[in-house]
Structure formats: C-alpha cells, structure tokens
C-alpha cells in the first residue's frame, strides 16, 4: 500500500506580474515522512515561492498542493502555518520580545497554558545549545547572528510541528557558526523525526545536510533524487552545480597543507 507523501506538490504553478512573470511552472515534488530534501537554485528559480506555497504565505495559481494528506486550499491559513514550523533567512525574530517571548509565541496562541509554555522554552533553549539564565530574557538586538538563528530554530519547533521550512537558515552566518549550526540542525531533525524541506543556494550544503537534492532554475525542477542520483542527469546546469563541490575541493587540496597544519 502507497504510504501518503507529508508534503505534495502536484503540477503547482504560480505566475506573478499579471501572469508576466512566471515564479513557479508546473511543478510535482514529494516529500515523504522523516524526510530532509534540499531545494537548490539561483536567484529567481523560484525555490522560496515554492516553500511559501506550501503554508500558504502566498496562494498558488494551478495544481494541487497537499500537507499531512490534506489540501492545503481547504486549510485555514492560519492554522496550517501553527501547524508547521517556519525558520527565516535572518532569524525573523520579533525584535521587541525577548527570546523565551519569541519562542513560545505560537504556544500562545494555540492557548498552552503559561507554566507549559515557560517549560517548552527551557527545553528548547536546551536543545539548541543556548544557556537558559543567560539569554532567555535577551532581546534579539543583543544577540549574535548564529544565536538569532537558533532562537529561530527553537520558535519553529516550538508547537512540536511534524513538518519545518527553512529559507536558506544559514546563508548569512559567518562559515564557522553555519558549519555548527547546520550540523546540529540536522541532529535535531534525526533526534525529532522531523520533515524538514531546505532552500539553499549553496550545493555543498545541500549535499551535506540532505537526504535529497530537488534541482529548480527558471520555475522548473530540472532533477531531483540523491546525490549519486543527481550524478547520473542529462541536464548541463545539474552537471555544473554538481561540479561545484568537487572543484572547491581540489582548489582546497592544492592550498592547504598535506599534513592539514595550519
């Protein structure tokens, strides 16, 4: 028996511009439970509409788009987005609460009683490595980049969603902090048995931290599958963005010290 995909996109289109602009062309992706699939594109290959469609942040035009078996159309907006968990490019805090207000402010919402909430907070504070006494009542102006995401990390798994979007979470960090940060982010999709769908630009990153790799340029997918998998298209830009990785790595190799020395 088929098991239902927890995120499907059937033949979804999505035109902007007066139909001028064409963001999102006949698209069909599936994301299965447990999943990590990244999305990987240029600028304007319309990867991040495809994410916001799935929440209905924005409302596509053509084809059929399902969450946890349910068409997303027939779902309140509202209540889809407290049902999934939603991580910005730049943290998207709230920058007038403090940390443990951002982060259980979807609790709040959904009416958990206070003393929960104050719990839910600690422990995620706790999972995402942010000392409890020392940043809970921080506003996030006085937090460093790689601690405002992973404030934005714990506020998305906040509500305990089956299902995270992330819009490239970690392209603003310094190399460092999201080397750190998307090992550990990966951590927690294993240890929680998330969903979780990624947008990234960067090939390395995808490979590194997905299960599957859905290649997008100009609205279209052009391949998606494994790494090996990917290997074998026929399409040049695939072939291009595989070869990304491999050359950074030789230049690497021919740089640094053999004994890897600093």
């Not at 506020?155 to 969603?161: F, G, K, T, Y």
């Not at 995270?164 to 080397?179: H, I, K, S």
Request: net charge neutral; no cysteine; aromatic share 4%.
């Amino acid at each position: 028996m088929p098991v239902t995909p927890l995120i499907a996109y059937v033949h979804v289109g999505k035109s902007f511009d007066g139909g001028r602009v064409v963001a999102v062309d006949d698209v069909s992706l599936e994301v299965a439970e447990g999943e990590f699939v990244a999305v990987v594109g240029g600028s304007g290959s319309g990867k991040t509409t495809l994410l916001r469609l799935a929440n209905r942040l924005i409302e596509a035009d053509r084809g059929r788009i399902a969450v946890e078996g349910e068409d997303v159309s027939r779902i309140d907006p509202i209540l889809l987005r407290r049902r999934i968990g939603y991580v910005f490019q730049s943290g998207g805090l709230f920058p007038h609460l403090s940390v443990a207000a951002n982060i259980g402010i979807t609790p709040s919402l959904l009416g958990w009683p206070q003393a929960e909430i104050a719990k839910r907070v600690d422990d995620l504070l706790d999972l995402v490595r942010l000392d409890r006494a020392q940043y809970r009542e921080r506003l996030p102006h006085e937090l460093s980049g790689g601690q405002r995401q992973r404030v934005g990390v714990a506020r998305a798994l906040a509500a305990r969603p089956r299902i995270v979007l992330m819009d490239e979470p970690f392209g603003a960090l310094d190399p460092l902090t999201r080397d750190a940060l998307g090992e550990d982010y990966r951590a927690l999709h294993r240890e929680l048995g998330l969903t979780t769908v990624m947008i990234t630009h960067d090939m390395t990153e995808a490979i590194l931290l997905a299960d599957r790799v859905a290649v997008m340029r100009s609205g279209r997918l052009l391949a998606e599958g494994t790494p090996a998998e990917l290997s074998t298209s026929a399409d040049a830009y695939v072939g291009e963005l595989l070869r990304t990785p491999r050359r950074q790595a030789e230049r690497l190799g021919a740089l640094l010290p053999r004994d890897g020395a600093a």
